[in-house]
């Protein structure tokens, strides 16, 4: 079981996940690296359900149009994914930057 985060972030996770419970990757502006997703062993689904149920821990400005937000969450199978994303709400422009899976540790320590 995961430990929330505080609720510091709450409109950037709600609407993540309202991103993510409304558009498919083909559907609104989605864009990824495939070779990353291969190396690190995670599909779209996978993405699917860390957005949809995970939490904004980080988000901020860019200089460019668009934020820079860190989403975790899990996986739907209890593997627990640390995702940098860039942002942009009013286009509903979503690029994966970044996907790590997180360890944790037997203390509850997380280990990147």
């Known amino acids: ?25 083909n559907e609104a502006g989605f864009s990824y690296s495939a070779e990353h997703l291969r190396q690190i062993g995670l599909n779209l ?19 460019d149009p668009g934020a820079l937000w860190i989403v975790e969450g899990d996986d739907n199978e209890d593997n627990k994914y640390r ?3 860039t942002v942009i709400s009013e286009i509903l422009g979503v690029s994966l930057v970044k996907a790590e899976r997180v360890q944790v540790e037997e ?4 280990a990147a």
């Open 1 to 25: 079981m995961l430990i929330q985060p505080k609720r510091v972030f709450g409109i950037e996770t709600t609407w993540i996940r309202e991103y993510a419970k409304t558009y498919l990757p």
């Open 45 to 63: 689904i996978a993405i699917r359900n860390i957005l949809r149920r995970g939490h904004v821990v980080y988000a901020d400005k860019l200089d």
């Open 107 to 110: 203390n509850g320590d997380e």
């Open 83 to 85: 995702l940098t994303l």
